[in-house]
């Protein structure tokens, strides 16, 4: 095996999904070698031998050297390039090699000892060197006496599966890390927390994004946004939302324009999209500004007191009307905010898909941090907002306590 | 042209929405879409809504929506739909 092999065989060995424990077979009560009719065992066989799935036959001799291979059958000269006359005799520690994971070895003889059977997943290698990753499971044949006498294993090369899903993954954790990343404990005036809740754990990025800004004038800008739909024309809708809006707060564009720019680049894109964006100012005794476009109300809390703030802006793409006469001036509200007190943003995943109607929003938002008596940390109230809702939709929260 | 939804209106009924109106929009006449059966309504039912809005009007058509009950004809307010159709 060359050095680059082996530093394949280590990148594969990452792929792996092993089950860890071997299910019980579909239908165990009958094994074949108690239940088949003798005569049929030229037919079976030449069906072991046509298979297309890769199979390999041992005795059932567990202790060193290890069991005898006594068959393999062409699909497995095709898949691991050994020729059976090369290695009938020997044992199938030729298709291991540094990177063959030792955990999933020594459950496989664990389970045929106590069970009889196996399955598993593990980096192998063909005759050349080169690795693969194989999934095989293995049932033990008995004999009259009840002991095994061997173990017939089926095997498969699920490499290029493995690489798919594998790189999907990193592909979806890499768009988590730049769209939806931690948020800093400070930004500037305030003391932030953010959670979020994906509807389906295995796709853990959705049309929901929140985000935090610094802005040049020493301000904390806070957003959060729903993209209309699923999948990947969502997930693409709300990155191209996001950064827009993200640009202009950076450069110290007044809320009103951001939420203008991000309308019409919604509406040039087909695109629907719901947006609160809330700015606290650096200095203290400048009221806060907060714009809702479409969007549940941003939530302001005070001690165990809870109070909406609503601007009844439309949703992103329906801001300028579709004659392209321009919209009347967008609605924005200045707030004061104390010192301890807590803005939080909200998804409408978080109302329970927006079952929750609006005017309850503030009430159910201070129940759920009441309930969890979470005081005035804006990481514990963001997630006593999202665990105290109804999964199914994406939520997101953002908290900042000035 | 008629269309009557009914339930809710989410994420998982939008490919069934979409098809129904795109379907109306083919008949080239007005559309009305009856909500009376309509208990509850997402942002993906708004964004169907408010497409098909978009696409009758370029076309000098009207979209009418009938019907919406209270929580429906909130969140109709909430995101500005109510603002590009006839609601009735």
């Keep these: ?12 060995a990452a792929t792996c999904r092993d089950p860890g424990t071997s299910a019980p077979f579909a239908d165990d009560s009958g094994r074949v070698a108690r239940s088949f009719d003798p005569s ?102 008995t004999g009259s006496d009840g002991r095994p006498t061997h173990y ?74 729903d993209v209309a739909g699923s999948g990947a024309e969502a997930v693409s809708a709300m990155a191209a939302l996001r950064w827009t809006v993200h640009s202009l707060l950076v450069a110290g564009h007044p809320i009103g324009d951001v939420v203008r720019a991000a309308d019409t680049t919604a509406r040039d894109q087909g695109w629907h999209a719901t947006l609160a964006i809330a700015v606290v100012p650096a200095t203290s005794g400048v009221p806060a500004e907060v714009v809702t476009a479409g969007h549940p109300p941003v939530v302001v809390l005070r001690d165990s ?83 105290g809702s109804v999964p199914g939709d994406d939520a997101a929260v953002l908290v900042a306590v000035r | 042209m008629v269309v009557t939804l009914d339930g809710e209106i989410d994420l998982d009924r939008r490919a069934e929405v979409v098809g129904l109106f795109q379907d109306a929009e083919a008949t080239g006449q007005d559309v009305e879409v009856d909500l009376r059966f309509v208990s509850f309504m997402d942002s993906s039912g708004l964004s169907a809504i408010a497409t098909l809005a978009g696409k009758l009007a370029a076309d000098g058509r009207t979209l009418t929506l009938s019907g919406a009950r209270r929580p429906v004809q909130r969140l109709l307010e909430l995101s500005g739909v109510d603002r590009i159709v006839e609601l009735r």
Aim: aromatic fraction near 4%.
């Design chain 1, 40 to 141: 049929m065992a030229p037919v079976l066989a030449e069906a072991v031998h046509a298979s297309r799935a890769s199979i390999m036959i041992t005795d059932a001799d567990l202790d060193a050297p290890g069991p005898r291979i006594v068959y393999v059958n062409p699909a497995f000269e095709a898949m691991t390039g050994w020729r059976a006359d090369a290695v009938v005799g020997g044992d199938p520690r030729m298709l291991q090699g540094p990177a063959t994971s030792r955990d999933v070895l020594d459950r496989l003889r664990a389970d045929l000892t106590t069970s009889g059977r196996f399955e598993g997943e593990a980096v192998n290698h063909r005759a050349d060197g080169s690795p693969f990753v194989m999934s095989w499971r293995i049932a033990g044949v």
């Design chain 1, 305 to 387: 007191r809870a109070a909406a703030v609503l601007t009844r802006n439309p949703m992103l793409g329906l801001i300028d009307d579709p004659s392209g006469r321009r919209a009347p001036d967008l609605a924005l509200e200045r707030i004061d905010l104390e010192p301890g007190d807590a803005l939080v943003l909200v998804t409408d995943g978080v109302l329970d898909g927006g079952r929750i109607d609006v005017d309850d929003v503030p009430g159910c938002i201070a129940d759920r941090v009441a309930a969890d008596g979470v005081g005035g940390d804006p990481q514990s109230i963001a997630s006593a907002v999202v665990d």
């Design chain 1, 1 to 12: 095996m060359s050095p680059e092999q082996r530093r394949a065989a280590e990148r594969l």
């Design chain 1, 152 to 225: 017939v294993a089926i095997q498969d090369d699920v490499t290029a599966d493995r690489r798919r899903a594998h790189d999907a993954e990193v592909l979806v954790t890499a768009l988590q890390r730049m769209l939806l990343p931690r948020v800093p404990a400070r930004l500037g005036p305030v003391r932030v927390g953010a959670r979020f809740r994906a509807a389906s754990p295995g796709f853990p990025v959705g049309g929901d994004w929140y985000d935090t800004v610094l802005r040049r004038d020493g301000s904390a800008a806070l957003v959060v946004g």
